[in-house]
């Protein structure tokens, strides 16, 4: 690992010395940039947490296994916690998801205190959902006393328990402080309900010496028809004095406590039913009474979980893991930093909370594969390809390859084992498709970027492009769940709109995505020497242009001409509504999971019209050239159809950088974060996706919007005077500099925003539009001279414009 102090005292030294140069050549530069040495306070983790974003706000490493949060009794506790003062805490459990949908994933094992004064009797303590449901302290301002730090939750209840929460990869500290006035603390373990009462097989024994709880059960998945199994061990310490053995104890079914029993098997808990332990404990000697857990996990054993607690957390000391966590967080978010002068506070925290939920999922369950043994790595919590590959991983190539890596030795040790990529995978159960098979453009975009570095990384090139042949080819039981409809896309070139062979529909967007795909292996098979294979799969690219149908127009709006169709396997056309599950749509139609006949997942046609990265010119010909491809964008935002809940969209504000306008790209992506995005607990539109919007954010942010498995990203102002990132594995650091900078406009509006020319390492580079990862990879300094004057262009040479396919791009 990177020795952290000896980073950031070189990044001091490169920034001040590029501060003093730039004081004497820039008139109005920055000259006081410092690092930014505990980025973690720059983080909100409630961003979010309301109104359906579904984020998860508990103490996480990055990409840690375990996700220690509060749960609440809100419908949408999807991440466990609701900001919104009206729901009560239900306890505090183990895993969680971040940011999805489905049914409640992962809120396994959730821990709760009391004071003998909640009950009655212990025979009759609260211990079910909703009769321990306590309130939160609320604060005069009227939000609820919780606080949330990267690896670090704090809650007070309103029965005056004090909750913290810290994690390690696979164990959770919790720390109850109880009122000095308890007479007997109280500790409440739930072993059955998982935020779905789905729980079956339930087991668990206690200990009565040492209050060791060991159980586990079978949960039913969150967006799929699989289950998995997962397994916990739960010790208790008092903390600074000797808890000793419980006072009382017992095992628990809903509200009823039998007092002495030790087992499970002694209450007769079946499917579904609410049980656990509960403990009477001694009060400390003096002042108030903490009260440690320490919570293993495991998906293998409850043998195993207790062995990863006694592991990561040998000592119960909150504050040192609280730290370590801290320090893991404030490393890699570390590598990315950014002149804060003359840019709000809240931008800056915007930025590293976006960057912070970038590193949520997928999460590293390494050692807990119950089904087959690898020394490979083993992530899981995809939940989905299709709303990550956009964005995210483009994001860990920029500053986080290693982990980037070990996802996808993970994701092709999958394919191995099961034959196709994973898509949309959660605790180990394969879940619904949204598209395509999206882990294609995920690993084109590691081979892509770092193929001369795969040793060294420990990728096997010939398995990452075997694991694409799988997927591009070979058609798998259910499509449905990994894989493609490969034959159909063999056979017809798009997948016809009367096919549903396994039950499925979204036939166009899945057209779209399958050609996208493919563009991505045909860049591995080129970088791997292998033209025919690249060939073939270029021409596979461009199978999206089977499903364009250049006769429709927007009803009531004839100029926008031509788009994305259903077809059936006679090669004719059926007929969508380009409104169709747009807001305008005149049906009201949605395009979520289930019955969605029109052909379109989570987008209009007029969305999806828009939607294909590798091959932007040839679109914008088919839409009838420049002007007609901006009027049509204009129209778009001005009409409403950008749909910033929905990932389909989130590449639309930068196109105009392709008709050679990119003072509209930085406009309308300004637009969108003003109108979005902002660092309330109301701040994200819609749900985050596993960190899907969350990257989107950061790039918007960066003033770059990436193009997977191409060595591009194009390129917009940033939000600061400077911003660099770091990459561990080329060892450089890379600094983007807007020259003139002068704050940003409120509403994303005008401002001296805009892009005129672009210099890297001094010299004039050939594109204001985009940047090349070769800048990245050697550590450049990027300067970018900004002006107000929204009529900026790409530039002049033959290179100005970004590459695509049908231009002789990627070449
Ligand atoms: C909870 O109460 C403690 C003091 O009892 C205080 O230090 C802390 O800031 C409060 N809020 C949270 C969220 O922990
Ligand atoms: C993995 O190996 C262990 C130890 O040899 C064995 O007990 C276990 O059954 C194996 N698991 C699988 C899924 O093959
Ligand atoms: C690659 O594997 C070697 C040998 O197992 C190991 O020492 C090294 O840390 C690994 N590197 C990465 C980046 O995983
Ligand atoms: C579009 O209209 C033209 C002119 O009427 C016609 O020749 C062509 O076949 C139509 N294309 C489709 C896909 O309907
Ligand atoms: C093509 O298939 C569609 C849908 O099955 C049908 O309505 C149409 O008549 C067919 N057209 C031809 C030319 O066979
Ligand atoms: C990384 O780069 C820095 C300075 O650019 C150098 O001092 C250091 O030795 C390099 N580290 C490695 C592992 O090459």
Known sequence: MLNLKACVRLLAILLELRGLRAQTTVVGASSSSKVIEDPASLVLPFIGTTNGGHVFPGATLPHGMIKVGM???????????????????????????????????????????????????????????????????????GTPDDFASPGYFSTNLSNDIRVELTATRRAALHRYTFPSSVAS?????????????????????????????????????????????????????????????????????????TTGATDLKQVHAGSGDEAGAIFGFRKAPSGPTSILARVGVSLISSQQACSNAEEEIPDFDFDRVHRDNRAEWNELLGRVQVDTTGVSEDIVKLFYSSLYRSHISPADYSGENPKWNSTEPYYDSYYCNWDTYRTLYSLLALHDPVNYARIVRAMVDIQKHEGWLPECRGATA???????????????????????????????????????????????????????????????????????????????????????????????????GNPEDAAKYVQRA?????????????????????????????????????????????????????????????????????????????????????????DRLDFIFEQKYFEPTDEPSQQMPFMYHYANRPGLSTQRSRQVIAQHFDTTVRGLPGNDDSGAM??????????????????????????????????????????????????????????????????????????????????????????????????????????????????GGYD
């Open 430 to 528: 394969q879940q619904w498709i949204q598209g395509g098979s999206n882990a294609d453009p995920i690993l084109g975009e590691f081979w892509v970027k770092f193929h001369e570095r795969a040793t060294a990384l420990n990728v096997s090139g010939d398995d990452l492009y075997n694991a694409l042949l799988a997927d591009a080819e070979n058609e798998p039981p259910n499509w449905n769940l990994q894989g493609r409809q490969a034959n159909a896309w063999k056979t017809f070139n798009y997948i016809p709109h009367d096919f549903y062979d396994s039950g499925g529909d979204k036939q166009v967007s899945r057209t779209l995505e399958y050609a996208f795909g493919d563009f991505a292996i045909s860049q591995v098979a080129k970088l791997r």
């Open 185 to 257: 603390p109280h500790m409440v373990v739930d072993i059955t309900n998982d935020g779905q009462r789905s729980s079956r097989d339930a087991e668990m024994s206690l200990d009565p010496k040492t209050a060791r709880v060991q159980g586990g059960a079978t949960f039913s998945a969150s967006f799929g028809p699989g289950s998995y199994q997962a397994f916990t061990c739960v010790d208790f310490r008092g903390e600074g004095f000797d808890l000793g053995t419980p006072v009382q104890l017992g095992v628990w079914l809903y509200d009823t406590t």
């Open 71 to 141: 749960d609440t009794d809100s419908p949408e506790n999807h991440g466990g916690y609701d900001a919104d003062p009206r729901f009560k805490a239900i306890g505090f459990s183990q895993l969680h998801d971040s940011g999805t949908g489905g049914s409640i994933p992962l809120s396994n094992f959730k821990i709760f205190g009391h004071k003998d004064t909640d009950c009655s009797s212990f025979e009759k303590c609260p211990t079910s959902l909703f009769t321990r449901a306590t309130g939160r302290r609320i604060l005069p301002d």
């Open 542 to 630: 461009g199978n999206y242009f089977n499903v364009w149908n250049p006769n429709i127009t927007v009803p009531g709006t004839p100029s926008v001409r031509g788009m994305m169709q259903p077809r059936t396997s006679n090669g004719t056309f059926d007929y969508t509504d380009p409104r169709h599950c747009s807001i305008h749509d005149p049906e009201g139609s949605t395009c979520f999971l289930g019955g969605n006949l029109g052909g379109f997942y989570e987008g209009s046609p007029i969305i999806y019209s828009q939607y294909v990265p590798h091959d932007t010119a040839r679109l914008l010909d088919l839409q009838g050239g420049t002007q007609s491809f901006v």
């Open 694 to 807: 969350g990257s989107y954010a950061a790039f918007y942010l960066a003033g770059l919007y990436p193009l997977p498995a191409t060595r591009q990203f194009l390129l917009s102002s940033p939000y600061f005077p400077s911003i660099s990132f770091f990459n561990p594995v080329f060892n450089s650091t890379t600094t983007i500099k807007a020259i003139g900078f002068e704050g940003n406009p409120e509403d994303g509006t005008g401002g001296k925003v805009f892009v005129k020319a672009v210099s890297v390492n001094r010299k004039p580079y050939k594109s204001n539009c985009y940047l090349d990862w070769d800048v990245f990879i050697s550590g450049s300094t990027v300067e970018l001279t900004l002006t107000d004057d929204i009529g900026v262009t790409c530039g002049n040479g033959r290179d100005a414009l970004p590459p695509s396919l049908s231009t």
